[in-house]
């Protein structure tokens, strides 16, 4: 696993850190072929160029859309268009990630669903190039943890699609509020933009934290320059280094995240019905799903079913609810919870291979949950009791060189 440490003195834009990822040696071929598959292949033109700002180097990187009349793209239709793309799992969860918190914070904006979200700056084309192409670099290099440092997000007023509107925008505000992604100071700087959404979005989905960089040895730097002259280097700094490893003196590794609650009153299915339908939001992309016995009017038994679900899979879940359900109403609020960075990994043991889920407590610590099918599996083959199968495993993994 490679620890990605990104230092955005002068703020953060996707084109700034994807020409970081492109100075580190990131081959321009992993972000055309994504973007060739989404049909986007002769629409664009990257420009990427050797600078210096403030007398440092750096790559500058410019998206030229060769669109004759760039269409604007609402979230659902983008959202069908990337789930359809034919792209390893890994980077279509993380492209969706990015657009998904994008389309919560501009809809908690304007005040109506992300379904209805217009995109106009981070809809357009050279979003989506350096949407894709940040993921696709980030998951090219193996980075499994990303530290931030908090980003200014600049000050004054900026010209907008939806007008003149006051700095931070605010689309970055509202990530910033989501997620509670610390912005430092934007006190000295000239008036302007700093920070974008797109760039913020980008490192609010991959960042474990945001805060100092722990101590390590860096093994690779890459420069992005931004476009804007300031009073010093305008410039981002991508570090790579080997192993990730935790520092127990830093802060708690957790993350916020936002999650949609989509929750029924169910009274008049069968137990059996139930169970099939929290499978199917399970199988649909739910984070979790689990019920509760509540009464309802006139004494009539029901159950409270409620799923935790990505914003970005929020229209795909509602449709399985109208299949599999009665409920002729569907409750969704967002909600914010804490997560631990987590992992999965097979363990070898003598009795077999065995899949492990690990979280990553504050301490640094990682806690081990075996997955049960596979007990199961091994019990039965070596007419074992589960309790030793779990057994075998737990001594093998405290004599493995796996933490």
Not at 7 to 14: E, F, K, R, S
Not at 115 to 126: C, K, R, T
Not at 281 to 297: D, T
Request: proline fraction near 9%; charged fraction near 20%.
């Amino acid at each position: 696993m490679t620890l990605a440490l990104l230092d955005a003195p002068t703020g953060l834009a996707g084109n700034m850190l994807l020409a970081a990822l492109l100075d580190l040696g990131l081959p321009e071929a992993e972000i055309h072929r994504p973007l060739a598959a989404l049909g986007l292949a002769d629409v664009y033109r990257l420009e990427l160029e050797e600078r210096r700002s403030g007398g440092l180097r750096g790559l500058h990187l410019a998206v030229v859309s060769l669109e004759p009349e760039p269409p604007h793209r609402h979230w659902g239709e983008l959202s069908s268009q990337l789930q359809a793309a034919p792209w390893p799992a890994p980077l279509k969860q993380r492209v969706l990630e990015v657009f998904g918190v994008l389309a919560a914070a501009e809809a908690a904006v304007h005040g109506h669903s992300p379904e209805q979200v217009h995109f106009h700056e981070v809809g357009a084309l050279d979003a989506l190039v350096d949407v894709v192409g940040v993921c696709a670099g980030l998951l090219h290099f193996g980075v499994g943890e990303l530290v931030c440092s908090p980003p200014p997000a600049g000050h004054g007023v900026v010209a907008t699609a939806h007008g003149t509107l006051p700095l931070p925008v605010p689309a970055v505000l509202e990530l910033a509020r989501l997620r509670a992604i610390p912005l430092a100071s934007a006190e000295g700087f000239p008036p302007g933009e700093l920070t974008t959404p797109t760039g913020l979005a980008l490192a609010a989905c991959w960042a474990t934290r945001f805060g100092q960089a722990p101590t390590h040895v860096p093994q690779r730097v890459g420069v992005g320059l931004g476009s804007r002259s300031l009073d010093r280097p305008n410039l981002l700094r991508l570090t790579l280094t080997d192993g990730g490893g935790f520092d127990p003196a830093q802060p708690d590794p957790a993350h916020l995240e936002t999650v949609l609650v989509q929750q029924a009153q169910i009274d008049d299915a069968t137990a059996e019905d139930l169970a099939f339908l929290a499978e199917e939001l399970r199988q649909a992309g739910a984070l979790e799903v689990f019920s509760q016995p509540i009464a309802m009017k006139k004494g009539r038994a029901a159950q409270l079913l409620t799923a935790l679900v990505a914003p970005e899979q929020a229209e795909r879940l509602r449709q399985v609810w109208w299949r599999h359900s009665s409920t002729l109403g569907l409750r969704e609020h967002p909600q914010s919870r804490w997560v631990l960075p987590r992992r999965s990994l097979e363990l070898a043991t003598p009795l077999g291979p065995v899949r492990l889920k690990q979280a990553r407590l504050p301490d640094g610590r990682w806690r081990s949950k075996p997955e049960h099918d596979d007990l199961v599996a091994l019990a039965r083959q070596h007419t074992l009791g589960i309790d030793q199968v779990r057994l075998v495993v737990q001594q093998t993994l405290e004599h493995s060189s796996q933490p």
